[in-house]
């Protein structure tokens, strides 16, 4: 049963502050990784993709990808209110089952004023 | 362009009921993948469909169904409903059955069984 794990939070940080959130992956085979944003009572909704070791950042955000450490993370810089919600890790499987994406149960993030 | 529409929005239906759930795909995508995201989970796959056929299956009874249809939109049904089977189901389309690419979700049809 491949699995993703994620820090079960919940997670609190300050307004301005960097919110770290990290997933683990146990399908040594994945290529392809995802963050989703999910708001109470909402659909996940795409953040970031990561495809390759190493960093990347859009706007706030950075993901960092470390595939030999099975390793995927989200910064969230310059925290804001409007940042909390649950985040979601989500994973390809390998082979020929990569269209499916394995989820962990998200880390619920709160950006307190 | 359209994203992903999945209609209903809210459902309840009663222990033993069967329920149809529907899902519109973008435009330009013959791929489309359902999940379910019980509370307090993450969403779990639960099959996919290209081109009318189903492509893959997750870890879901057979009383789990699905059509695709030759516009590319998609139907889940669930007969013999169980409490469990309360959940928010999601819809995915994307241009192909190979993965890798991201996948965009449509609003969900939040299912209560009593």
């Known amino acids: 049963q491949k699995e993703v794990e994620q820090n079960s939070g919940p997670l609190s940080v300050p307004e301005g502050a960097i919110a770290s959130l990290n997933c683990t992956y146990s399908?040594?085979?994945?290529?392809?990784f995802f963050w989703y944003r999910q708001y109470s009572g909402k659909s996940p909704e795409l953040i970031m993709s990561?495809?390759?070791?190493g960093d990347k950042e859009d706007g706030r955000f950075t993901a960092q990808l470390n595939k030999a450490s099975q390793y995927v993370s989200l910064l969230i810089r310059d925290s804001q209110p409007s940042d909390s919600a649950t985040y979601l890790c989500?994973?390809?499987?390998?082979?020929?089952?990569?269209?499916?994406?394995?989820f962990g149960k998200g880390t619920l993030l709160t950006v307190n004023p | 362009e359209t994203g992903v529409t999945q209609s209903p929005t809210h459902l309840i239906k009663t222990r033993g009921q069967q329920v149809t759930l529907r899902c519109s795909s973008q435009?330009?995508?013959?791929?489309v993948s359902w999940y379910q995201q019980a509370l307090g989970q993450g969403p779990q796959f639960i099959f996919q469909?290209?081109?009318?056929?189903?492509?893959g299956r997750g870890n879901f009874p057979p009383r789990f169904s699905g059509l695709q249809f030759p516009n590319y939109s998609s139907e889940l049904n669930v007969n013999a409903l169980e409490l469990d089977d309360s959940a928010l189901y999601l819809c995915?389309?994307?241009?192909?059955?190979?993965?890798?690419?991201?996948?965009?979700f449509g609003n969900g049809t939040r299912l209560t069984v009593t």
């Open positions: 995915a389309s994307s241009p192909g059955r190979q993965g890798g690419s991201p996948l965009h």
């Open positions: 399908d040594r085979g994945s290529q392809s």
């Open positions: 990561i495809y390759s070791n």
């Open positions: 989500a994973v390809t499987s390998s082979g020929g089952s990569n269209y499916k994406l394995t």
């Open positions: 435009s330009g995508h013959n791929t």
């Open positions: 469909y290209y081109r009318e056929e189903e492509n």
